[in-house]
């Protein structure tokens, strides 16, 4: 999936970016063993009634052996995808989300989205110093929902692509439940029964994503497999409640917003940087003052 550059030529990364890079070497593997598993079909006669995916694939096989998720573990998941926020640069120097027209924080998963949010705000407040930032979209769930006692001081809320909803709006939340889920959403994902492996369950936010992914692997990109939409509380939700052998499942980042989350995690670093490069200094002015206080009498020299 065009993973090529993610190590950032050596530099030191924020964490989430390093998790990245983790899920990044994963994929490839991924990617690779597919290859190598499509060819080997191709040259083989197919077997009599090979067993289906669906029993290697836990999105699928409920009935699988193993065990659920935490609700740490479920949410560590989703931060390896980072959200956007549109951020309000205060005069201390620090930062602040900044709610959006309708008085609440939006969380983004599309820089599209957010960036086209951002110009509208920057219109309607001219004098503010607005900006974006990045959060773990596990934190942004739990924050959204009101999970892991987490309290907000304001209405917060998650936007999934405005493109991929206006798409396919709720066809991943089962009908009897559309109701009930009418408040937050819909946040659909993809995934296919003809993907991933034992080690590798990728759900995509994009069907172009997931379209990408079947063509590294060696397929035909137009003739990628219908992907079955679900909805990223279903997925939590079966996580928590169903025992399943939920590990392989990894959230692939969507590729159109890799550009700005490399972005701002570059500007991360260096903010950091300079910080640790002030805290450094102040540290060694006060070594200074104090040898020039004890030379001066001032101040009694330290203990041997």
Known sequence: MGKGGRGGGG????KQALAADDD?????????QAAAERAQMKQQPPAPAPPSSRARNALADKSKAGSVLSMP????KMDRVMAFTVARLLPDGSKDVCPSSDGSVTFYTDAADVNADLAELKAAHP??????DFTPLGRAFALSQGLMGLKPPCPMRIQFSRRVV????EAGVPADL????????PFPLF????????????VFFTRADLNEFWANTGGAYEKAPEPTVTDLRIVVARTLQEPGQWEPL????????????KELASKADREAAVTQGFAAGTQRLKAVAKAVAVENGDEPPPLA
């Open 191 to 202: 995934f296919s029964e003809r993907l991933g492996s034992e080690a590798f369950t990728p």
């Open 24 to 32: 990044a070497a994963l994929l490839d593997a991924a990617i690779a």
């Open 11 to 14: 530099k030191k990364q924020p």
């Open 250 to 261: 990894h959230y692939i980042p969507p590729k159109a917003s890799e550009a700005l989350t």
């Open 166 to 169: 206006q798409e396919v709006g």
């Open 127 to 132: 004098d503010a110093k607005l900006g974006v």
């Open 178 to 185: 559309r109701s009930r889920m009418a408040g937050a959403g």
């Open 73 to 76: 573990d479920t949410l560590a």
